[in-house]
């Protein structure tokens, strides 16, 4: 099956399959009738002071995506992925997020995780 990244402001495709929001806050200015989002564990997505950190500067990509991948292992957030691992499982899934670098950020961690990237 196939998981890709994209942004929650780009219009549903047909073979987006199921669309899992990974965002704690819901985007600005997406209406949620209009973004077709299926899940929205927000339990999956970075912690506070995690995205607080990052996007503050306060350091590189590789080390958000070490802490991110340990705040993963905490039970219910592998739980949460493991859900999405069976979403995989049964067929496409679209991780959704309001993020300008989503190559940069906490949904290509998932994606890799995924088995994807």
């Known amino acids: 099956m196939n998981v890709r990244v994209r942004r929650v402001y780009d219009p549903p495709e047909p ?3 199921v669309r899992v929001l ?3 806050l819901w985007p600005r200015g997406v209406a949620k009738d209009a973004a077709h989002v299926d899940e929205w564990p927000k339990g999956l997505t970075p912690s506070t002071g995690l995205r607080r950190w990052y ?3 306060e350091g590189s990509y590789e080390e958000f995506a070490r802490r991110y991948e340990a705040e993963l292992a905490e039970p219910e957030a592998a739980e949460l992925l493991d859900h ?3 979403l ?3 067929g496409d899934v679209t991780l959704l997020t309001a993020s300008r ?3 940069e950020s906490h949904a290509s961690v998932l994606l890799r ?3 994807q990237g």
Do not use: F, K
Request: aromatic residues 0%; charged residues 40%.
């Open 22 to 24: 990974v965002d704690r």
């Open 15 to 17: 073979d987006d399959g």
């Open 55 to 57: 996007h503050a500067g």
């Open 88 to 90: 995989t499982a049964e």
């Open 84 to 86: 999405v691992r069976e």
């Open 101 to 103: 670098s989503p190559d």
């Open 113 to 115: 995780l995924l088995g």
